[in-house]
């Protein structure tokens, strides 16, 4: 039937609104209603499209609205359970009348439920979504009724019982006098109204961001940017040093010796050159020599036959074998055994060795790099390593600088860190403290970035989502201390410290250098101690990390000066959760 709209009942249906004070309840027709504020609708809108991008805002709220029109029609059919076709879409522009959307007046319409036939046209007078879009963003090339669309569509294919769509033909946010709707069956329309379908169907958007973060998270740790290698991000002239040197030796197969105290990345180095030289599609197989018993080395490194010895049952490659044509890392290359000194010499001289309990020799293709935190040079002389093999590994020795020295970097790591964690733990950390920076480029480093990325670690999962980091989660039993000024030259000292002095920024509270020097003697200073009512617990560990501040990382050299083996210091540090 073909019929004009009529507002005969919209009297009626705004006497049906019913507020109730007490309870804070709007019903109309026993349904709720909320009351908000066009500039809460357009702040909404901002939010999504600032967070979701346009077109994803478009789908949201044409759904929204294509709900909301469903929702009318059950109620407009629980209103008028009688009604003819005509009734029942005469009352859905007058719901969207009354709910303040928008002064519908009909153009034309036509409809028969029984035959499936519709078909409408509407002007949509002082659109509140127009208006709410041009006061947000402005004159848009498109239609932006998008909540209206979805109510017009909604209400129209509950009624019809199939779909109908509908489309803004003209719209005051494009510039248009009026807003002006067509709606039809989606047979009828045809191929036109494509991109339309897809606003009415759901997507899971969390998913979709989810997905792209880890892509974005993906590219942002495998680009190699002109100043970053691998893990480690640096502008200071110690990094980018450092970094050159690593990069001239890349494309060589010369074995590269890394020094430098414990933590300061050397398996990060190592890894970046490997990634840069021609063997960056072959493996890279890292060991720590110290992490192994002194009587499984041989065969990690090596390899084992069936038979060996007991509980050999099975034969295997070592880490040379599984390294073939790529990069093997020999980290704490210090605390090799003499025996396994003479098999890696071996290697590095002719290339080949045998698995132990095996007398057939195995030839390999292996760039050796190899890392030590231990005065091989010292170690020589004392007769724990081998000179032959010192002078194979020294061809091309790399220092890698402590994280004292690369200060300036400080603020680029923590933030490649809090990205890293941030993804890891599900957190959305928004950054640190400007006091929380200040404190972490006045500590000292003892256990260098190992221990920054450590110390970020723990402040991601101790701080609350969208705050930031502090002090207090970084150093919770430290004061620190403003950082060193440069010491000045000798011939502009005045009556200065003696060279070689040192000073740590992570004190105790309250020590001053008067302090340090009556402490001389042990019994005093334990007087003082006691004093201070100063704990064992707090004592312990912050002589570890001076003692390992000391000996420059190296741990051997801290145990010594405890008075203690590594393997118990190593024990104490685990204990109180100080990076080695």
Not at 95 to 120: C, M, N, Q, W
Not at 234 to 259: H, M, N, Q, Y
Request: proline share 5%; net charge negative; aromatic share 6%.
């Amino acid at each position: 039937m073909t019929s004009g709209i009529t507002f005969d009942r919209l009297p009626e249906l705004a006497a049906q609104f019913n507020l109730c004070f007490r309870s804070g309840h709007i019903n109309l027709e026993g349904e709720r209603m909320v009351l908000l504020h066009t500039g809460a609708l357009g702040a909404l809108r901002r939010e999504l499209v600032d967070t979701l991008g346009l077109d994803r805002t478009r789908g949201v709220l044409t759904r929204m609205g294509y709900a909301s029109g469903r929702r009318d029609a059950e109620m407009a059919r629980e209103l008028l359970p009688g009604a003819s076709d005509e009734d029942l879409m005469n009352l859905g522009p007058q719901l969207h009348s009354l709910e303040g959307i928008a002064h519908v007046t009909p153009i034309r319409f036509d409809i028969d439920v029984a035959g499936g036939r519709y078909s409408g046209e509407f002007l949509w007078e002082d659109s509140f979504e127009a208006a709410v879009h041009l006061e947000t963003f402005g004159p848009y090339h498109d239609a932006v009724c998008w909540m209206q669309l979805g109510y017009a569509t909604g209400y129209t294919t509950a009624v019809m019982g199939k779909s109908v769509i509908f489309r803004e033909v003209d719209c005051r946010g494009k510039g248009d006098a009026n807003c002006r709707i067509i709606g039809k069956p989606v047979e009828d329309w045809g191929e036109e109204i494509t991109e339309e379908l897809q606003y009415f169907e759901p997507e899971n958007v969390a998913e979709q961001l989810v997905a792209l973060q880890d892509q974005v998270e993906h590219l942002h740790y495998s680009i190699d940017e002109e100043t970053t290698l691998g893990d480690m991000v640096g502008v200071s002239p110690a990094f980018r040093e450092t970094g050159e040197i690593i990069r001239k030796a890349a494309d060589s197969a010369v074995t590269v010796l890394l020094l430098g105290e414990t933590g300061v990345g050397k398996e990060m180095f190592a890894r970046s050159l490997h990634q840069l030289s021609p063997r960056a599609d072959q493996a890279f197989v890292a060991v720590n020599c110290a992490a192994m018993p002194e009587e499984l080395v041989e065969s990690e490194l090596f390899g084992v036959e069936k038979g060996a010895f007991t509980g050999a049952e099975h034969s295997r490659p070592g880490r040379f074998e599984r390294a073939d044509g790529g990069t093997l890392f020999l980290d704490e290359v210090g605390e090799l055994s003499q025996p396994a000194q003479a098999k890696l010499l071996r290697v590095l001289q002719e290339g080949e060795f045998e698995r132990i309990g095996d007398t057939r020799s195995r030839q390999v293709d292996v760039r050796l790099v190899a890392a030590t935190n231990t005065d091989l040079e010292q170690a020589v002389r004392d007769g724990r390593f081998r000179a032959d093999l010192y002078y194979r590994l020294n061809i091309y020795p790399v220092i890698i600088p402590p994280l004292r020295e690369r200060r300036e970097d400080i603020p680029l790591l923590v933030e490649r860190f809090l990205d890293k964690y941030n993804a890891r733990h599900g957190k959305r950390i928004n950054g640190i403290t400007e006091r929380a920076m200040e404190a972490l480029k006045a500590y000292e480093w003892p256990g260098n970035i190992r221990e920054l990325e450590n110390m970020i670690e723990r402040g991601v999962i101790i701080a609350n989502n969208h705050a930031c980091i502090d002090v207090k989660d970084l150093f919770p039993r430290m004061n620190i201390a403003p950082a060193p000024e440069p010491e000045p030259r000798p011939d502009e000292r005045a009556g200065g410290p003696a060279p070689g002095d040192t000073a740590t920024t992570a004190t105790a509270p309250g020590r001053d250098t008067g302090e340090t020097e009556a402490a001389a003697d042990v019994d005093h200073l334990a007087g003082l101690l006691l004093d201070r009512k100063a704990s064992l617990d707090e004592l312990e560990p912050r002589l570890i990390e001076l003692a390992v501040q000391r000996a420059d990382g190296n741990l051997s050299r801290a145990a010594r000066a405890l008075g203690m083996t590594r393997p118990q210091l190593a024990y104490r540090m685990k204990k109180h959760g100080i990076p080695g």
